[in-house]
């Protein structure tokens, strides 16, 4: 920092050995630690060594200039940006959203870009942001890029951010809304989409939308958090085929960019913490498809050992029938006729952060 000046650099350094890298670890989305430089404006990633079940590389995730006043900020580089108020699905972060099953959020992922932020005296605030990247040619272009504007202010009680994007060279529309219900807090996603794949001729629109509630009470000298939450994607699956051998051009092409992490249109999340013991937080997710019943269910025992250190123990499990999104999934047979199936099994993760 010097004055209104300030300069960010976060530097990491990964390796990773298991019989799951690559495309298959990612698409888990517990925790895709190693990201993608590929279509980023800048290649800040450098492969050190590779093989078939081991990968080691460092990266820059962060790389940043900022200028700031009592009133503007204009940010320059690799920076992190989070739109919408989704608890498990983000409708309103299409540029780089977490993972309904993304164990750590504490550091979310930069991309290349440009941010003007301005606040005003009745305490709205305004933002424009252009992210750049390279296409499938490997030149920056427009087609590639984002461009978005963001309005957020208060009207009474409500909480609202209306935003603008051209994103992918795709008309991007959304609104926000958050208000109190009592003890608890309302919110509302609502994202309006000029289809998502680019060479998908006569584009459809279409809508994704959230809309959550949440509390957090005390019981028995203990803190319970507890929240509900509905996500609707019209550009799903309303019939999930098997074997699953093509999806539709807008779905595909969400799924590879990170923007969608299911195929089928309606869902259901509910889920809570339990304070079992200030050190010691125990939390449940179930994501439910409300089109075949099937389920994933996601639980935490989250433990403070140090005041900077905490360690997490998990599970994932599947629920529902052959062929149902949670359950594995038939997407077609091997030339000796195997069936072969994706999704589905249960995972175990143990997790230690240390901060310093």
């Known amino acids: 920092d010097s004055g209104a000046w300030s300069v960010e650099m976060a530097h990491t350094l990964l390796i990773q050995h298991g019989d799951q890298l690559g495309p298959t670890l990612a698409a888990s989305g517990l925790n895709p630690v190693v990201v993608s430089d590929d279509r980023r404006l800048m290649d800040l990633t450098f492969d050190l060594n590779d093989g078939q079940r081991h990968q080691a590389l460092h990266r820059l995730d962060r790389l940043n200039a900022q200028w700031r006043s009592d009133q503007w900020a204009v940010t320059l580089g690799r920076q992190a940006v989070s739109w919408g108020s989704g608890i498990v699905f983000q409708p309103l972060d299409p540029f780089n959203p977490f993972a309904p099953t993304a164990v750590d959020r504490d550091y979310k992922a930069g991309d290349d870009l440009v941010l003007i932020e301005r606040l005003f005296e009745n305490g709205h605030d305004m933002q424009l942001m252009r992210v750049f990247r390279r296409d499938a040619a490997d030149q920056v272009s427009n087609s590639a890029a984002s461009t ?209």
Request: aromatic letters at 12%; a negative charge; zero cysteines.
């Open 148 to 356: 978005a504007a963001k309005w957020h202010g208060y009207a009474g009680p409500l909480e609202f951010e209306l935003i603008a994007a051209q994103h992918y060279g795709r008309d991007f529309f959304g609104v926000s809304g958050r208000v109190p219900l009592g003890p608890a807090v309302l919110r509302s996603d609502i994202a309006i989409r000029e289809g998502v794949s680019a060479g998908t001729q006569n584009s459809q629109w279409g809508t994704l939308g959230i809309v959550n509630v949440d509390v957090a009470f005390p019981w028995r000298g203990r803190t319970i958090y507890a929240f509900a939450e509905y996500f609707h994607n019209d550009f799903g699956l309303s019939d999930l085929s098997s074997p699953l051998t093509q999806l539709p051009a807008d779905l595909q092409v969400g799924l590879e960019r990170g923007e969608f992490f299911n195929l089928m249109r309606d869902y259901l999340a509910l889920g809570g913490s339990l304070e079992w013991h200030p050190l010691l937080t125990q939390q449940l997710t179930l994501i439910s498809n409300l089109h075949d019943a099937s389920s994933l269910v996601q639980m935490q025992l989250a433990w403070d050992v140090a005041q900077n250190q905490n360690v997490q123990l998990g599970w994932v499990g599947f629920t529902g029938g052959g062929g149902d999104e949670f359950a594995p999934v038939s997407i077609g047979a091997l030339p000796t006729g195997q069936t072969v199936t994706q999704g589905g099994g249960d995972r175990v993760y143990l997790r230690w952060a240390g901060y310093f």
